[in-house]
């Protein structure tokens, strides 16, 4: 089923999509679940991985449809060719000089070829459903809220993962990966009037074996990403006045960065800890709607 834009009256929610790989394809199941209970899709936002997911949603596709674009667009392609002199220029800094702002370890052309193949000129602002996807500025460290220009280059620059892709420059400024600010970015939704979330977000998974210096690298990034994770969901819960219900799913097999393959299996599990908390969020969902009557009655 569609997810479906928000209609004056009908029961709706805002959608966040955290980082998380391919392991984000558990927002397939997220919406499939809100479509046949009759929910809308008020706004969605998107954060690195999670930014391709939040566009489809957004234009108003399917979960068939999603879980295509997940099988075209996320593949080994993507970071299989090497970046030459982005190695040489890391190796020997003063021989082949090193700039920031087109650093990175792996070819970008592979995955914005992908990308501008599938998305083409469509626009962020055009979408069926508002969506905003997220960056980190590379300047100062502060999440950079995206909801207009192409979708594209914003889901690159919310992909730029460090050390792998360069930056992307987007007005005036030079932006890396979002998971960076926010691997979960609740306040994108909190910021626009968001009163109940449905946050979707994964951990980074810890390495079994550390038996280089890229899967040393690795546990590094799962230990910060995890704690960023769950220090600034802790705040936006504790801060704000929004209803958020996370949806975290706790997979049973352990899923590699290109496994998709377990694409459907990780949907079912989006959409079972979905289900799971239907109850509570059409409780939600019901007191928000008595209150918004309430106020219109007294005016």
Same mark, same amino acid.
């Given at each position: 089923?569609?997810?479906?834009?928000?209609?004056?009256?009908?029961?709706?929610?805002?959608?966040?999509?955290?980082?998380?790989?391919?392991?984000?394809?558990?927002?397939?199941? +997220? +919406?499939?679940? /809100?479509?046949?209970?009759?929910? !809308?899709?008020? =706004?969605?936002?998107?954060? *690195?991985?999670?930014?391709?997911?939040?566009?489809?949603?957004?234009?108003?596709?399917?979960?068939?449809?999603?879980?295509? +674009?997940? *099988?075209?667009?996320?593949?080994?392609? #993507?970071?299989?060719?090497?970046?030459?002199?982005?190695?040489? *220029?890391?190796?020997?800094? =003063?021989?082949?000089?090193?700039?920031?702002?087109?650093?990175?370890?792996?070819?970008?052309?592979?995955?914005?070829?992908?990308?501008?193949?599938?998305?083409?000129? =469509?626009?962020?602002?055009?979408?069926?459903?508002?969506?905003?996807?997220?960056?980190?500025?590379?300047?100062?460290? &502060? /999440?950079?809220?995206?909801?207009?220009? @192409?979708? !594209?280059?914003?889901?690159?620059?919310?992909?730029?993962?460090?050390?792998?892709?360069?930056?992307?420059?987007?007005? %005036?400024?030079? /932006?890396?990966?979002?998971?960076?600010?926010?691997?979960?970015?609740?306040?994108?939704?909190?910021?626009?009037?968001?009163?109940?979330?449905?946050?979707?977000?994964?951990?980074?998974?810890?390495? &079994?074996?550390? %038996?280089?210096?890229?899967?040393?690298?690795?546990? #590094?990034?799962?230990?910060?990403?995890?704690?960023?994770?769950? @220090?600034?969901?802790?705040?936006? @819960?504790?801060?704000?006045?929004?209803? +958020?219900? !996370?949806?975290?799913?706790?997979?049973?097999?352990?899923?590699?960065?290109?496994?998709?393959?377990?694409?459907?299996?990780?949907?079912? &599990? %989006? &959409?079972?800890?979905?289900?799971?908390?239907?109850?509570? /969020? =059409?409780?939600?969902?019901?007191?928000?709607?008595? !209150?918004? %009557?309430?106020?219109?009655?007294?005016?």
């Amino acid at each position: 089923m569609n997810a479906t834009a928000h209609m004056p009256g009908q029961p709706a929610v805002s959608l966040v999509i955290g980082s998380g790989s391919v392991k984000c394809a558990a927002a397939i199941g +997220v +919406v499939k679940a /809100l479509a046949e209970e009759g929910i !809308a899709i008020e =706004r969605v936002v998107g954060c *690195s991985a999670g930014a391709i997911f939040a566009a489809v949603v957004a234009l108003g596709y399917d979960a068939k449809q999603c879980m295509e +674009v997940t *099988s075209r667009l996320w593949t080994k392609e #993507l970071t299989a060719k090497r970046n030459t002199m982005g190695m040489l *220029s890391a190796l020997a800094p =003063r021989l082949f000089g090193f700039r920031a702002d087109s650093f990175g370890l792996r070819d970008d052309r592979p995955k914005d070829r992908l990308l501008h193949q599938f998305f083409g000129d =469509r626009r962020i602002e055009d979408t069926q459903i508002p969506l905003h996807i997220t960056a980190t500025d590379f300047a100062d460290g &502060e /999440l950079v809220d995206l909801h207009h220009g @192409s979708i !594209a280059d914003a889901i690159r620059a919310s992909v730029a993962l460090p050390f792998a892709f360069a930056p992307v420059r987007i007005d %005036g400024k030079l /932006l890396v990966d979002g998971y960076l600010a926010d691997p979960l970015p609740v306040s994108v939704a909190i910021k626009h009037g968001a009163r109940v979330i449905i946050a979707v977000g994964f951990e980074s998974p810890y390495q &079994e074996r550390i %038996g280089s210096a890229g899967r040393f690298a690795f546990q #590094l990034s799962a230990i910060m990403s995890n704690n960023l994770l769950k @220090s600034r969901f802790s705040f936006h @819960s504790i801060a704000h006045h929004s209803e +958020v219900i !996370a949806i975290i799913p706790e997979f049973s097999q352990r899923i590699r960065l290109f496994d998709t393959e377990k694409v459907p299996y990780i949907v079912e &599990e %989006g &959409e079972k800890c979905t289900r799971a908390q239907m109850p509570y /969020l =059409r409780e939600l969902l019901a007191a928000e709607q008595a !209150a918004a %009557g309430t106020v219109s009655g007294r005016q």
